[in-house]
């Protein structure tokens, strides 16, 4: 790994912060990554089945996003998600029918009530921003929320996600830039799948880590094996303990990959070889923390059954309520378009 | 009363405001010691500080997100300056695709209380880059308010109205009123309703529909042609999204002739939904085809002094489109 962007010789030599971790997180950490696969999964099948005209995947994803939610304060941090992440916004407290309620287009969808496409996430409640479909515009708009916590004197941390492919828009440069000048308590998170819809990493960039970036913006650059949930914890706490602290901005760029298309209407089968896949899948990060849990005798066969029966059990439930959900009201198209207008007598 | 120009009108306004609420925020380029290139922010720095007043890096697109990203906590009621409108497109998928649609989006969770002021329009030396009106840009997109006030008294009330919305905001200033228009602006807490016009002249031979400088041009042309005995309606737009369909109406029903004058190319520009409101609710009331008066349909007002003139609206050619449309 470049000397830009290396994981800290501190972290590597003393106790590591995911040791601190109880049988119990850790186990919920597990669960979390499970729930957003069995969720992801369904959404594949309702869409071949015909009942879903779209969807984007998270899989392969998990273990960044539900470390780094384990790092933050749910609904005191503010979060600006990217479209595939959805098991970082269920382990920041959204749930499963929200996501398939978007899914299906239906109402009571917290994140736009059918107005978005699907995985276009939002809770204001959660302090999860909402994102549109052009990539990278999230960077600077978290940028300026991480600016208005400093000068409002709070200790709140905003972590923003998005994919290597959007690092290349003049958003996450100028995002950036601003916080490495105002020194924001700023956490950017790059998934780093190595494509950009079909497009590899080394037709995107000139560098090896995105994270080698940071150093030209006056940030702290991490690279982290995005499929090893603990070591992804693990920086993840470093970067959240200098926002929270004062010491400002972190680029973390998690090394992954995308096991599946780019979305649904993708056929990745003509710009990239199954072997390359089938070689990732054998890291699938839900499968490397199982090895773990089993060594460390967390997890057992029959505990790892049931909570596979319990997020099956979950998504069945969601599932069913989507789908008796009612469509919007054809009336709400025309409705949220301004606040109400002050009412003004001219002078 | 006092008497001020537009840019002091301006800068009193930020400073009455930003004394009285603390949650007012201004970032932009220069804005801070310097005090601005116009000079709208001037000695605000020294009273407020590094805190409320921002100097920004040199990037609009960050200027306008990291002033949405501030206004989504509600901690604070950003005003972001765009130096010269001319400027404004790196930012405008922010603006379009963020600030606009947030509240839609989001069916009203997230909204993006955002004032975002540039100055806009030529006749100051300023070349293609320095004087373009972009107005009809923005006049596009549903979920922005867009106004183009150009009097002292306006400028303060409809800062202060603005202020009170809790969408965005596009507040243009056309740069040369800054220090040529003066008037009156009283002390006290008056708005100026976004979305309402105001009749400048009163006539009922034909109507002049206009905004920024133009509109003042167009108050002299039609000072020189009631001396003739043509006597019109002028009307101020003001605010250019929403417009104030009921002030073009009453008067074009009055009347039965609409002129319509504006800096801004003419081609799809607010002129064109001018005339097809009044083409479609009016049409039984017109005595003359509708008419536009705009400078030619080129990119923007080029830099040599004669072609300036020559591209830049005044009373003199405003006062014959009125001429020939009265005779019509």
Not at chain 2, 54 to 65: F, Q, Y
Not at chain 2, 207 to 235: C, F, N, P, Q, W
């Amino acid at each position: 790994m470049a000397t830009a962007a290396r994981k800290s010789q501190k972290s590597q030599q003393s106790e590591r912060p995911s040791d601190k971790l109880t049988d119990d997180q850790l186990l919920q950490l597990y669960k979390s990554m499970v729930l957003g696969r069995k969720v992801d999964e369904r959404s594949w099948v309702m869409n071949r089945q015909g009942r879903a005209p779209f969807h984007i995947s998270g899989i392969g994803h998990e273990a960044i996003q539900v470390a780094a939610a384990a790092t933050l304060r749910p609904g005191y941090d503010w979060f600006y998600p990217y479209y595939r992440d959805l098991a970082f916004v269920l382990a920041m407290g959204m749930k499963p029918v929200d996501h398939l309620r978007g899914l299906l287009g239906k109402a009571g969808d917290p994140s736009s009530n059918g107005i978005q496409m699907p995985s276009h996430y939002s809770n204001a409640k959660l302090r999860i921003g909402s994102i549109s479909s052009p990539v990278g515009t999230q960077v600077p708009i978290a940028a300026g929320t991480a600016l208005a916590s400093k000068l409002k004197g709070t200790d709140e941390v905003t972590v923003v996600c998005l994919g290597e492919g959007s690092t290349s828009q003049g958003d996450f440069h100028e995002g950036l830039n601003w916080a490495g000048v105002h020194k924001l308590p700023f956490i950017c998170i790059v998934q780093n799948n190595q494509y950009a819809i079909s497009v590899p990493m080394e037709k995107e960039m000139a560098v090896k880590n995105v994270a080698d970036r940071a150093i030209a913006y006056g940030v702290k650059g991490l690279v982290v094996d995005g499929n090893d949930v603990l070591a992804c914890y693990d920086v993840m706490f470093e970067a959240v303990q200098r926002a929270r602290n004062g010491k400002g901005a972190t680029l973390v760029e998690a090394k992954t990959y995308r096991v599946t298309p780019h979305s649904s209407d993708d056929d990745d089968r003509t710009y990239r070889s199954r072997k390359e896949v089938e070689k990732w899948k054998k890291r699938d990060p839900i499968m490397l923390f199982e090895k773990v849990l089993f060594e460390r005798g967390i997890l057992t066969e029959d505990l790892r059954q049931e909570i596979d029966a319990w997020a099956i059990q979950e998504v069945d439930q969601a599932e069913e309520e989507a789908i008796n959900s009612p469509y919007p009201d054809v009336s709400e198209m025309t409705k949220h378009l301004y606040g109400p207008m002050p009412n003004w007598e001219e002078a | 009363m006092a008497i001020m120009n537009n840019i002091e009108a301006l800068r009193t306004t930020l400073r009455q405001e930003m004394e009285r609420d603390p949650r007012i925020i201004i970032t932009g380029e220069d804005v801070g010691p310097r005090g601005g290139v116009f000079r709208a922010t001037q000695g605000l720095y020294q009273q407020f500080g590094e805190k409320r007043i921002i100097d920004t890096p040199l990037a609009e697109l960050s200027i306008v997100a990291t002033g949405i990203g501030m206004a989504l906590t509600g901690y604070f009621k950003p005003i972001v300056e765009i130096q010269f409108a001319d400027f404004i497109f790196p930012a405008f998928n922010q603006i379009l695709n963020e600030a606009a649609r947030m509240r839609y989006r989001t069916r009203g969770d997230w909204t993006v209380p955002l004032i975002i002021r540039a100055p806009y329009g030529g006749g100051i030396s300023g070349g293609l880059y320095h004087s373009q009106s972009v107005e009809a840009f923005f006049a596009h997109i549903p979920g922005l308010y867009v106004v183009a006030p150009s009097t002292p008294y306006d400028i303060k009330g409809m800062l202060r109205a603005a202020l009170q919305l809790d969408d965005p905001v596009l507040f243009f200033e056309h740069k040369k009123t800054y220090r040529l228009i003066k008037g009156e602006v009283p002390e006290d807490d008056y708005v100026v309703p976004i979305g309402k016009a105001a009749l400048r002249r009163e006539g009922d031979d034909l109507t002049v529909i206009s905004y920024g400088l133009a509109m003042h041009d167009a108050v002299k042309a039609a000072d020189v042609v009631a001396a003739e005995g043509i006597r019109a309606d002028v009307i101020d737009l003001r605010t250019i999204r929403p417009l104030d369909k009921d002030a073009i109406l009453n008067s074009v029903k009055k009347t039965g002739k609409a002129l319509i004058v504006h800096e801004d190319n003419p081609t799809v520009s607010v002129s064109s939904e001018v005339a097809a409101i009044i083409g479609q609710e009016a049409f039984e009331y017109l005595d003359a085809p509708i008419t536009r008066l705009t400078p030619p349909d080129v990119p923007a007002v080029p830099f040599s002094p004669p072609l300036q003139d020559a591209f830049m609206l005044n009373p003199k050619k405003i006062a014959q489109a009125m001429r020939e449309l009265a005779a019509y």
